[in-house]
T-cell receptor, first 113, second 117 residues
Framework: EAGVAQSPRYKIIEKRQSVAFWCNPISGHATLYWYQQILGQGPKLLIQFQNNGVVDDSQLPKDRFSAERLKGVDSTLKIQPAKLEDSAVYLC???????????FGSGTRLTVV | AQTVTQSQPEMSVQEAETVTLSCTYDTSENNYYLFWYKQPPSRQMILVIRQEAYKQQNATENRFSVNFQKAAKSFSLKISDSQLGDTAMYFCAFMKQWVQGAQKLVFGQGTRLTINP
C-alpha cells in the first residue's frame, strides 16, 4: 500500500509569516494525526482527526495553529503567524486501529528565521 | 497523565554486538499497547516492534526483541547482531484509549543509537 504523503519536505520562512503543510494519509485510514517534533525531543501530538472530525486538539496552540481534514481524507496544518519556537519537524500519521500502530509520513522540516 | 521515559539519551556499540535500550512508562490502565519506533536521518518513523499489554509473551521480530515487565512498567528493546543500518533514533511509545474511543500515542524522548564498524 502507498505510504503517508507529506509536502513540502522543507520550508524556511521568516517569523510572523504564514505557512501550510499538507498530508495525504493511507487510503482507508480513518484516523489522522499531526505531531510536532522539536529537535532532540520525541514527537508531541498537536491534533487528531477521526474521519473529518476533531477528536483531540488539546495541545494545539489555537491562537496561531489551525488544521482541517477535507472530506475525511487529506489534511492541512497551518501556522499564522509563525514564531521562532515553531521550528520543528511536523509529522503526519494515520492508523487503521490501535493494534497496528501508526504509519508516519517523512515529515516537513520547518525553519523559522 | 501518561508518561514515557527513556533514560539513555545516547548509546554506541560495535557492529555485531547486542544492545539493549531502556524504557519505562507510567499508566493506570490495564489494557494498552507499547511500541518501539526507529527514526533514521530520513525522519520517517518506522515501526520496529509492538507489544500488547495483555500478552505475557515478549514480542520478537527477527533481531529485535523486547523484555516487557508489566508490573514494573518497563519495556526494553534488545537488538541482537547489530548492523550499521540500525543507526538511528529509537523512540519508545505508549498507546492508550482516549476519549471517544480514539487512540493517542505518547512518545519518550528518544535514544540515539550509533553502530560503529
Amino acid at each position: 500500500e502507498a505510504g503517508v504523503a507529506q509536502s513540502p519536505r522543507y520550508k524556511i520562512i521568516e517569523k510572523r509569516q504564514s505557512v501550510a503543510f499538507w498530508c495525504n494519509p493511507i487510503s482507508g485510514h480513518a484516523t489522522l494525526y499531526w505531531y510536532q517534533q522539536i529537535l532532540g525531543q520525541g514527537p508531541k501530538l498537536l491534533i487528531q482527526f477521526q474521519n473529518n472530525g476533531v477528536v483531540d486538539d488539546s495541545q494545539l496552540p489555537k491562537d496561531r495553529f489551525s488544521a482541517e481534514r477535507l472530506k475525511g481524507v487529506d489534511s492541512t496544518l497551518k501556522i499564522q503567524p509563525a514564531k521562532l519556537e515553531d521550528s520543528a519537524v511536523y509529522l503526519c500519521a494515520s492508523t487503521r486501529d490501535r493494534a497496528h500502530g501508526y504509519t508516519f509520513g517523512s515529515g516537513t522540516r520547518l525553519t523559522v528565521v | 497523565a501518561q508518561t514515557v521515559t527513556q533514560s539513555q539519551p545516547e548509546m554506541s556499540v560495535q557492529e555485531a554486538e547486542t544492545v539493549t535500550l531502556s524504557c519505562t512508562y507510567d499508566t493506570s490502565e490495564n489494557n494498552y499497547y507499547l511500541f518501539w519506533y526507529k527514526q533514521p536521518p530520513s525522519r520517517q518513523m518506522i515501526l520496529v516492534i509492538r507489544q500488547e499489554a495483555y500478552k505475557q509473551q515478549n514480542a520478537t521480530e527477527n533481531r529485535f526483541s523486547v523484555n516487557f515487565q508489566k508490573a514494573a512498567k518497563s519495556f526494553s528493546l534488545k537488538i541482537s547482531d547489530s548492523q550499521l543500518g540500525d543507526t538511528a533514533m529509537y523512540f519508545c511509545a505508549f498507546m492508550k484509549q482516549w476519549v471517544q474511543g480514539a487512540q493517542k500515542l505518547v512518545f519518550g524522548q528518544g535514544t540515539r543509537l550509533t553502530i560503529n564498524p
